[in-house]
């Protein structure tokens, strides 16, 4: 008895060790959502079929690009690139179905389609540690058409998430985000200050907004334009030959309270990732007229393109490389070109990772999104194609400080042709959860913690029953 004893207490402490306490395994990805294409939480079936009716809802058009968390919801951008898209920003329960019905956000009314005044075209948000989203609409619409709906102005939408209202609402001038030629693409927050990218294929850029002054400026840069040497790549058979300026960003947690930041960045048609110090983006003196003067530091190759990007509270960085559909990360404390790590590959589950976002469980979650099929045409809604990953990594992000963590800017004076030796230095020890560098198989799940349940349940049950024989042998 005392043998079958032993072996209840050795498998209850296997449950704890297996699920990190009631968390998944670090670092593996599941298929927590799986959509064939998008549908909504409409009024009504009259109206849903009046929409499908009029063109006003095409569902091989609708596309699902960003993705963010916010209080037990993902909140989802859906760009308006074509016709046919009927909302432009939504989202979803964490705990719904396995392929929810996206809920317009804030409203239906404020999805408005050529109404200025409601939002037009979302890409991408942000939320910060004072409850507040910030929500840029490029205004353009039908963007990937030969003639574009030019009505409204690029615009960045401030919302109050606490008191379900708009709070402020800046309108870009022309000289910083043209409706004709621009495309926001990716914004992070920086306390009181936005950096934005502008993928504009004529005029590249990155935006700077500061929110107490109510002002936006633009910086360009050549490290932000397409590289002619990685226009051409292929994802899934499918050949890319466009050039991609400017596109994903990540910005450095903030640090005991200092000020000055790293942000880093990449054109989509570049294998280089690139970083700039914040203290420069927020001073216009080193700007001559649009073209940047101050330092811009290139880290290193990824070895290959990216799309999304995001950074944790702890400076590990998280970015996919389209052409071998794979999840990388990276810790910035350790040389870049040595340290970064496959921790997901997979050619059917990672096709196009667009999106990176944190929970506050310490979940990454990556938005997938086949975007090289919906871009030429080849969406086909009978098989899925977009996907919401997950996987535990204890960070969340990066505007939460992480007072157990800090780190040093190192001083440089590399040109943008070489490659730092380490770009963030910690100051103290951190024991971090390290990831094999392997190919890792992506899972689905039904629920967030079946698999781990059932298995472990199986593991304890066969032990228990194995020992309690013997020991009544």
């Not at 200092?258 to 216009?284: A, G, H, V, W």
């Not at 990953?389 to 400080?401: C, D, F, I, Q, R």
Request: net charge neutral; with cysteine.
């Amino acid at each position: 008895m005392l043998l079958l004893k032993i072996s209840f207490l050795l498998c209850n402490f296997y449950v704890l060790i297996q699920s990190g306490f009631g968390q998944l395994p670090p670092e593996r990805f599941r298929v927590i959502k799986e959509w064939k294409y998008i549908n909504f939480t409409w009024p009504d079936f009259n109206t849903l079929r009046s929409a499908l009716t009029r063109g006003e809802y095409i569902p091989q058009n609708v596309l699902m690009a960003g993705i963010n968390y916010y209080e037990d919801y993902y909140y989802l951008a859906l760009p308006r690139m074509k016709f046919g898209v009927p909302i432009t920003l939504g989202r979803i329960p964490i705990n719904s179905t396995s392929k929810p019905l996206i809920e317009p956000f804030p409203s239906w009314e404020m999805n408005k389609l050529n109404d200025c005044n409601s939002l037009q075209n979302v890409q991408n948000v942000a939320v910060d540690q004072m409850k507040r989203m910030w929500i840029i609409d490029g205004g353009k619409t039908n963007t990937l058409n030969k003639n574009p709906t030019t009505i409204c102005d690029p615009k960045l939408v401030i919302f109050n998430m606490e008191m379900n209202a708009v709070e402020s609402v800046h309108v870009f001038p022309p000289e910083v985000a043209n409706k004709n030629v621009s495309f926001l693409y990716d914004i992070v927050i920086d306390d009181d200050f936005a950096y934005i990218t502008d993928n504009s294929r004529i005029e590249p850029g990155l935006i700077v907004y500061s929110r107490l002054q109510d002002k936006s400026w633009k910086i360009q840069d050549e490290t932000m334009k397409a590289d002619e040497s990685a226009i051409e790549f292929t994802v899934d058979d499918i050949r890319i030959s466009t050039p991609i300026s400017i596109a994903g960003l990540a910005l450095s947690p903030k640090i005991n309270n200092t000020p000055n930041r790293l942000l880093f960045f990449c054109p989509m048609s570049s294998t280089n990732l690139y970083s700039i110090k914040t203290n420069f983006l927020k001073d216009q003196s080193f700007m001559a007229g649009k073209k940047f003067t101050g330092e811009i530091i290139k880290v290193g190759n990824k070895g290959g393109q990216t799309d999304g990007m995001k950074m944790d509270n702890k400076g590990i960085l998280y970015f996919g490389l389209l052409p071998s559909s794979s999840i990388i990360r990276w810790n910035s404390s350790q040389p870049f070109v040595s340290s970064q790590k496959v921790i997901a590959r997979d050619q059917k589950f990672i096709q196009w990772p667009n999106s990176f976002a944190f929970d506050d469980l310490g979940n990454i979650v990556v938005l997938t999104n086949s975007l090289q099929k919906y871009i030429q045409g080849k969406m086909d809604i009978e098989e899925p194609n977009f996907r919401i990953l997950k996987a535990y990594t204890n960070g969340k992000s990066y505007v939460y400080p992480d007072e157990s963590f800090s780190y040093i800017i190192q001083d440089s004076v590399t040109s943008k042709n070489d490659q730092p030796n380490v770009i963030l230095m910690t100051n103290n020890d951190v024991k971090m959860n390290e990831i094999e560098n392997e190919d890792v198989t992506i899972k689905k799940m039904t629920s967030t913690s079946t698999n781990l349940q059932v298995t472990t349940f199986g593991f304890c049950v066969i032990f228990s029953l194995t020992f309690g024989f013997i020991a009544l042998m």
